[in-house]
């Protein structure tokens, strides 16, 4: 009888898998989308069109310190290096075809949804113009009122109703609502999981070496829809209550000193460099804002709940939102003290860091600290700048004990 997998063998069965059938796909006549990464899948698992997320794969390519070449071949062709580090890269591969953290096929259409920024709206549509390929685009409004209000809602189910339309003209083919109703039921399952499993690292120590939470949210991206990704995360859930249920910290060699969150992207070709960094000092990164920006849980049949929670995403909403989300945090996680990651290519989600990082500290009186970085371009990130900033926050941390 073979052993069970673990859920990081898994993760990494599926994540191979996911690169090697989109390179399959068209060569057996299938779509190929190239989608954001919070858009809404369902439309296309549906329709058996094939997605795939440049943000995940530019974030892979960075990860394996691949992306200076992509990028100084972008800001050759005239793309400002102030644009997103993540679109430098997916233009550029768009023309090269070719990297070390895997490949994908050029698309056949665009899927894009503005609830992570607007950036996304030109990116997506300069390679829908390059390639005179269709574009389906999902407006979602920014939340200035605290909660997504009935308008926006119905604004947002309206796009919905027409992107079903015209993936039908695309394919040729109906769309099959019995076959939407069970992918919408596995997608709420698998957002489920991933909140159930993040959630495990509130236990004191944390079973969770938060940088872990980086490497398991590719899948959350990229097969939030399949029951792979359901049963991955639901695997993992188990395997952090366990350690918990044992009293099992995040490392074998060292105790947990400090709990942190990390509010941003991360730095994905100093992944290593800040973990090391932070663990160096007994700093446990427990969590971050992410999980519930992957939190998309709606029942099934109900398109105006599916409308609204593609609009409520943590980016989309407004400051009042984010200041209460990240003091909630706070006090689920216990945490000793909040690293923000002042990230170059992420305006919206940064822009208002130091006013949040003011309401929360005067809130919870939790310390912080803000370093620069950039989520894929290297030259933005200083080493010596970061191992600072956290040696001051654990001084800061330290007094506050």
Known sequence: MSEQKTSKELLNELLETHYDNA???????????????????????TMDIYAVYPENHAAAIGARKQAPDFINYSESNGYSSDLCSYARVNLAYMDILQSEAGNIPRPDLIFCCSNI????????????????????????????????????????????????????????????????????????????????????????PSPLNGFELFNYMAAIVCARGTVAG?????????????????GLGPWKDED?????????????????????????????????????SWYIVYDVDDLDGMARCYSSNYVNRNLSFGADNIVDIVNKFSLDGIVF???????????????????????????????????????????????NRIQALVEMMESRR
């Open 23 to 45: 390179m399959k796909v068209q060569s057996e006549g299938k779509l190929l989308a190239w989608c954001t990464s919070i858009s809404p899948q369902e439309l296309l698992e």
């Open 117 to 204: 920024c607007n950036t996304v709206l030109k990116w997506y549509e300069n390679i829908s113009k390059e390639l005179n390929i269709p574009l389906i685009v999902f407006d979602t409004p920014f939340n200035h009122q605290y909660e997504v209000n009935d308008q926006c809602t119905q604004y947002i189910k309206g796009q919905l109703l027409e992107a079903i339309g015209k993936l039908e003209q695309i394919t040729g083919r109906k769309f099959d609502h019995d076959r939407f109703r069970e992918v919408m039921k596995i997608s709420s399952e698998t957002s489920k999981w991933w909140k159930k499993a993040s959630l495990e690292a509130a236990a004191k």
């Open 230 to 246: 359901r049963d991955l995360y639901k695997l993992w859930y188990e395997e952090l209550r366990d350690k918990a249920a044992k």
């Open 256 to 292: 947990e000193k400090y709990r942190v969150m990390w509010d941003g992207i991360a730095c994905w070709p100093y992944l290593g460099l800040t973990y090391k960094t932070l663990k160096k000092y007994g700093i446990n990164m427990v969590t971050s804002t992410y999980p519930d």
């Open 341 to 387: 990651h002042s990230n170059r290519s992420c305006k919206l989600m940064d822009f208002r860091q130091f006013e949040i990082q003011r309401q929360v500290e005067a809130r919870t009186g939790v310390p912080s600290i803000i370093f620069d970085g950039d989520q894929t371009d290297p030259r933005a990130f200083n080493p010596s700048q970061f191992e």
